[in-house]
């Protein structure tokens, strides 16, 4: 107390926190093993809907990564082939005919649980992943 005083020469009285934090417990852990060619790839740790991203590394060939502390949910992970080694997708440059970065993804979406330990196995393998401006064409579903 009185660590502080007022312009109008009052002090603060003791002041008293109380706080928690979450436990080990509390969180899981993912650990993925990732067999690429050689090149640049961004890698990315997100919630399903791509709004946010949880993790991200940058890795140049085969690799574990170490994801710790995750909360308990469901992840996707995304890969996109780094052409020019910026760390994120570029969309490509259609005066320039660049065409842009590829992506892929985990191919099943990942479940973590509080005190659990999952490890998964991801083979990249650049020009099968899913550029986003080809994707395929809607099918039309109307019967005559």
């Known amino acids: 107390p009185g660590a502080f005083t007022s312009i109008y020469g009052r002090t603060h009285d003791t002041l008293t926190l109380t ?13 993925l093993n990732i067999t690429a060619p050689a090149g640049d790839y961004a890698i990315r740790l997100m919630d399903k809907k791509e709004e946010k991203t949880f993790r991200r590394a940058v890795i140049r060939g ?17 890969a996109i082939f780094d052409r020019n080694g910026n760390g994120k997708w570029d969309p490509g440059n259609l ?20 005190n659990w330990d999952v490890e998964e196995s991801w083979t990249l393998r650049p020009g099968s992943g899913m550029n986003p401006f080809r994707l395929p064409k809607p099918r039309n579903n109307r019967r005559r």
């Open 19 to 31: 706080f928690h934090t979450a436990t080990l417990e509390d969180y899981g852990t993912l650990a």
């Open 62 to 78: 085969d690799t574990t990564l170490h994801f710790a502390y995750l909360k308990p949910g469901k992840y996707i992970i995304k």
């Open 95 to 114: 005066l320039e005919k660049v065409q842009p970065e590829e992506v892929s993804y985990f191919e099943k979406e990942l479940g973590i649980k509080a």
